[in-house]
């Protein structure tokens, strides 16, 4: 039996999951809000502009593979780190 590969994608909602960029995005800034960096600093450290840096964790540039090993790289975590929601003590996401 073939599968419609339509009905397996659920459409991005206000109350459905987060795009990765958002996740991503919450994730860098919460860890650097934990070390105390700025997002400038993170720029410089894996060789990019703030405003490149800015683009791609507000969705409107692409994050390829090699941004992500980078960001991790730089902030001491591990790529899978940087992608999945946080979880409250409900196991509910946080964002």
């Known amino acids: 039996m073939e599968t419609n590969v ?15 960029h958002r996740i991503l995005a919450r994730n860098v ?18 060789g990019m502009s703030g405003p ?13 593979l090699t941004d992500l090993e980078l960001l991790a790289a730089a902030l001491g975590v591990k790529p899978t780190d940087l992608l999945l929601p946080q979880m409250d003590s409900n196991h509910q996401p946080s964002d």
């Open 29 to 46: 800034g919460r860890i650097l809000g934990e070390h105390g960096l700025s997002r400038a600093s993170l720029a410089r450290a894996i």
């Open 6 to 20: 339509t009905s397996l994608v659920q459409p991005l909602r206000e109350d459905g999951p987060l795009p990765l």
């Open 52 to 64: 490149g840096l800015t683009m791609k964790l507000n969705g409107k540039r692409p994050v390829d």
